[in-house]
């Protein structure tokens, strides 16, 4: 480490490595509840499990993009951190906030967390990943406030370049479009427009460019490749993620009562939204074509390169396969959007997390990359999860198929329960993807656990 207030960054990502653990248990309860409805009920009911894993999953990612931030902020502004005292304190406020409201899902009635946290004073309660309770929102909103002043008088201070410029812009955008989860209309179509503020704003706007700051800033210490050459591809990308991403809203509001017009705007403009993702790729692979050096952390090459060809695949094409009126007049709602949900975060989020763990966490323990035989099982870890992620979503597109085949375009349209039944077969095929994905996670904690006596420990 070039400076010693960069070690804040540990333990937001163990925090992160942590609860992504806990994500995929959540994931594995609710996928074997799709085909064995009463396992764990009344313990733990479906509506309980798919709240957990979709917050975990909120949660996990914000702890990588913190801990990120602490980490490149200070070597790309060559200052240390503004107040490393107030990044713990942060760390610790939000890891116990998150832990106590995942324990309030698991241990209380939702009805009745919502009445002792105050849900009457403010209704924000009861909506998709806006699940939290009003306390854990506001308690959000003030380590966000604390958080975006560190890094902020950090990068005033300090010098500026293109990727802490833009990882800061994507950290504020975070944190102003999240205030929309305290706005809950009566009105049921104003409700799901301003929703679409908080969760389509964050995936497909401005966590792209928190995402495009990491991938550039990573591939400039693997590769050594210019500066400038980088930057130049960051600006474009990011261009494009919001021109794209802003507007390509619209493929959210076909059918919730909004105006005509947003399915042509939602079609053209989410028609665009893989042209970013496919840069992302070429920019990557070029950049490691053109590198001046070999790093020794050769996972952390592949997570990076990786990281390019799941979001395009996700992201891109999973995402352009029913984003277009007229096709997502049949798929919306379907197991096709569960398909492209979970390689698109996957793809997109959790691999540009772990690229940056992968990359920075053996130099916060004073090395270069783990040794040889660390980096082996981290490598063997990569290809388990991320084929198993490729599986899944071709199970869940196959599902999605049938279930779109039965429930909508058949001259005599089965019931959902009974085309549940009949595509049973890919969620249990889903659910042993899901298990080896569990594998390799595994042995991506264990990973960094395996000591060696080769030279990338030098």
Do not use: C
């Not at 994931?27 to 479906?46: E, H, K, R, T």
């Not at 080896?436 to 960094?448: D, N």
């Amino acid at each position: 480490m070039q400076f010693k207030s960069q070690a804040v960054a540990k333990p937001y990502f163990i925090a992160a490595i942590g609860l992504f653990f806990g994500q995929i248990i959540f994931g594995l309860i609710m996928g074997l509840q799709y085909v064995v409805g009463d396992f764990l009920f009344p313990a733990i009911p479906f509506n309980v499990a798919r709240m957990v894993h979709t917050n975990l999953l909120i949660v996990w990612l914000l702890f990588g993009f913190m801990g990120a931030a602490y980490y490149l902020v200070p070597e790309e502004s060559e200052r240390e951190l503004h107040s490393p005292k107030l990044a713990m304190a942060t760390f610790w406020v939000f890891l116990i906030a998150g832990a106590a409201t995942i324990l309030g899902y698991l241990l209380v009635p939702y009805a009745k967390l919502a009445e002792y946290t105050g849900n009457d004073l403010l209704a924000t309660m009861g909506r998709e990943f806006l699940e939290q309770p009003l306390p854990t929102k506001v308690g959000i909103v003030i380590v966000a406030l604390v958080f975006l002043y560190n890094i902020s008088m950090t990068i005033l201070r300090g010098r500026k370049t293109s990727i802490n410029l833009v990882m800061l812009v994507g950290l504020w955008g975070l944190a102003i479009f999240f205030l929309f989860s305290f706005y809950n209309p009566a009105n049921i179509v104003k409700d799901k427009y301003f929703w679409w503020f908080v969760v389509h704003l964050w995936v497909e706007g401005v966590w792209e460019l928190i995402m495009g700051a990491m991938l550039a800033f990573v591939l400039i210490k693997v590769t050594g490749v210019d500066r400038e050459v980088i930057e130049k591809w960051l600006y474009v990308i990011i261009a494009m993620a919001l021109i794209s991403g802003l507007i390509g809203t619209g493929h959210h509001y076909y059918w919730i009562g909004t105006p005509e017009y947003w399915q042509w705007w939602g079609s053209v403009f989410s028609a665009i939204e893989p042209i970013p993702f496919f840069m992302m790729t070429v920019f990557a692979f070029n950049m490691v074509n053109r590198r001046r050096r070999e790093h020794p952390n050769k996972a952390a090459v592949l997570w990076a390169l990786g990281t390019g060809v799941m979001a395009f695949l996700g992201a891109g094409v999973w995402g352009f396969l029913h984003t277009l009126a007229p096709v997502n007049y049949y798929t919306h709602g379907s197991q096709i959007t569960a398909a492209h949900g979970h390689m698109a975060f996957y793809g997109a989020y959790a691999m540009v997390v772990m690229t940056m763990i992968s990359y920075t966490m053996p130099l916060m323990r004073g090395r270069p990359a783990n040794s040889n035989r660390a980096q082996v099982v981290e490598m063997w870890a990569f290809w388990l999860m991320t084929i198993s992620m490729v599986f899944i979503t071709l199970f869940l597109t196959a599902a999605g198929i049938l279930q779109i085949w039965l429930q909508r375009i058949s001259a005599q349209p089965m019931a959902f329960m009974a085309a549940q039944d009949q595509v049973s077969l890919f969620y249990w095929m889903r659910e042993a993807a899901g298990l080896v994905f569990l594998v390799g996670i595994t042995l991506y904690v264990a990973s960094f656990f395996i000591k060696g006596n080769d030279k990338a420990v030098a």
